[in-house]
């Protein structure tokens, strides 16, 4: 059975500070960062809001593009995201 592996977005309420991160089980990691369950800048900066998901199928690709969003300037990741999610809702908040 083929796993999935997920490379998200995060944003703070009011859409100033983002995060970017990589994961196998994208439902438990989001509760991990809403319930701010583990120290670190998500917790810091309250960035739960989750506003941008990419799947794949190889976790090699997973972590290879997470680090090139990473490096990406705030305008092209914020342009990213617009298109998937122009209000920039809370992708979660249905879950």
Do not use: C
């Amino acid at each position: 059975m083929p796993r999935s592996y997920y490379v998200y977005i995060l944003m703070n309420e009011k859409n100033t500070t983002s995060y970017i991160g990589v994961t196998n089980n994208l439902e438990r990691r989001l509760y991990e960062h809403q319930h701010q369950l583990v120290p670190g800048f998500t917790k810091k900066y309250n960035v739960h809001k989750l506003v941008y998901v990419e799947e794949t199928n190889s976790a090699y690709s997973a972590i290879a593009r997470e680090k090139q969003l990473k490096n990406w300037h705030r305008e092209w990741k914020f342009n990213l995201i617009k298109q998937e999610n122009p209000t920039l809702t809370d992708i979660s908040a249905s879950w």
